[in-house]
C-alpha cells in the first residue's frame, strides 16, 4: 500500500535551516509528482512546493519563493524540503503528498512537526 | 482561486444528513475539459485524507454514504447517514488552476 513517511521536524530558531525528508513506498516514486504542503497550528491546509517526476521542474508557493528548495532523489524514493531563513510564520506541520488524480493529492503523509521560535 | 466554504461548523446529530458548501472565485474547469475539485477529511490529530475526487468520484475505500456534486463554481459534498467517525474537517481543494488552493474547513461536530 501506498505510504509516504515525513521526518526531520525540530523546534528551531529564526534565520536557522532544516531539511525535511519523505520516504515512499508501495508505488513507482519516480514516475509520480510529488508536493509538500502544510497546516500551521489551528489553521488551514496551504500547498507550499511540487516536482516533476524527473527533478526538472519545481515551483513554490510565493511566501517561500528563495528560502526553501524541494528535491527529489528518486533511487532512495525521497523526497526533501531544504528551509532556510525560517520565519516565526513557517511553524507548522509539514505534509508530504502524491500527486495521483491528474493534478490532485491523493495520499498524504502522516506530517511532521517544524516550530520556528 | 479562492474557495469559500459554508457552513464553517455543522453540528449534526448521529443518523442525520450534513450538507457543506464550496464556492470557487473562478470556474475549475481545466483546460483538458476535468474539473479538479475534490473534499478530504481530517480528523483531529491526523493527516487528511481524500474522499472525493474530480467532483463527484469516491476515492477508495470511502463508504457510499458520501458524495460530492457540482459544476464551475460551485460544489457541495453531502453525507447521507452521518456516524460519530466522520466527525472532524472537510476541505474542498481545487488543482484546475495554479496554485492548489484549499477551503478554510468545515468542522463537523456530533450534537
Known amino acids: 500500500q501506498v505510504q509516504l513517511v515525513e521526518s526531520g521536524g525540530s523546534v528551531v530558531q529564526p534565520g536557522w535551516s532544516l531539511r525535511l525528508s519523505c520516504t515512499a513506498s508501495?508505488?513507482?516514486?519516480?514516475?509520480?509528482?510529488m508536493h509538500w504542503l502544510r497546516q500551521a497550528p489551528g489553521k488551514g491546509l496551504e500547498w507550499v512546493a511540487v516536482?516533476?517526476?524527473?527533478?526538472?521542474?519545481?515551483y513554490y508557493t510565493e511566501s517561500v519563493e528563495g528560502r526553501f528548495t524541494i528535491s527529489r532523489d528518486n533511487s532512495r524514493n525521497t523526497l526533501y524540503l531544504q528551509m532556510n531563513s525560517l520565519r516565526v510564520e513557517d511553524t507548522a506541520t509539514y505534509y508530504c503528498?502524491?500527486?495521483?488524480?491528474?493534478?490532485?493529492?491523493?495520499?498524504w503523509g502522516q506530517g511532521t512537526v517544524v516550530t520556528v521560535s | 482561486v479562492v474557495l469559500t466554504q459554508t457552513p464553517l461548523s455543522s453540528p449534526v446529530t448521529l443518523g442525520q444528513a450534513a450538507s457543506i458548501s464550496c464556492r470557487s472565485s473562478?470556474?475549475?474547469?481545466?483546460?483538458?475539459?476535468?474539473?479538479?475539485l475534490s473534499w478530504l477529511h481530517q480528523r483531529p490529530g491526523q493527516p487528511p485524507r481524500l474522499l472525493i475526487y474530480?467532483?463527484?468520484n469516491r476515492f477508495s475505500g470511502v463508504p457510499d454514504r458520501f458524495s460530492g456534486s457540482g459544476a464551475g463554481t460551485y460544489f457541495t459534498l453531502r453525507i447521507s447517514r452521518v456516524e460519530a467517525e466522520d466527525v472532524g474537517v472537510y476541505y474542498c481543494?481545487?488543482?484546475?488552476?495554479?496554485?492548489?488552493?484549499f477551503g478554510q474547513g468545515t468542522k463537523v461536530e456530533i450534537k
Open positions: 503528498a502524491r500527486e495521483g488524480i491528474g493534478p490532485l493529492h491523493d495520499y
Open positions: 508501495g508505488f513507482t516514486f519516480s514516475s509520480y509528482v
Open positions: 516536482m516533476s517526476p524527473d527533478g526538472s521542474h519545481k
Open positions: 473562478q470556474s475549475l474547469v481545466h483546460r483538458d475539459g476535468n474539473t479538479y
Open positions: 474530480k467532483v463527484s
Open positions: 481543494t481545487q488543482a484546475s488552476q495554479f496554485p492548489w488552493t
